[in-house]
Nanobody
């Protein structure tokens, strides 16, 4: 299993970023996918999940990002996305892609929200 995140960077408060996670080594469409984040001052936090194709692609979000972030997936491209809008300084963290049932993590991508 390989997960490669991209799309992080420095953005001003109120700005947007789109993270991508390219997956390989397993049948992507069959698995629930998730995004986590971790900052130096907080434990790793679940941000969003999206169920498998068979599960209907149902999404769930942490209360802290609900209404601002959108998780989606492209089963043809084996990629999961995290669209982040109205970013706040407290969203600053390393964002990780995760396949819970395979216990697999990507290397993470840094998101910094600062003026």
């Amino acid at each position: 299993v390989q997960l490669v995140e991209s799309g992080g960077g420095l953005v001003q408060p109120g700005g947007s970023l789109r993270l991508s996670c390219a997956a390989s080594g397993f049948t992507f469409s069959m698995y629930l996918m998730s995004w986590y984040r971790q900052s130096p001052v907080k434990e790793r936090e679940l941000v969003a999940t999206i169920s498998s194709r068979a599960g209907g692609g149902v999404t769930n979000y942490a209360d802290s990002v609900k209404g601002r972030f959108t998780i989606s997936r492209d089963n043809t491209a084996n990629t999961v996305y995290l669209q982040m809008n109205s970013l706040k300084p407290e969203d600053t963290a390393v964002y990780y892609c995760h396949v819970p049932s395979r216990n697999s993590w990507g290397q993470g991508t840094q998101v910094t929200v600062s003026s």
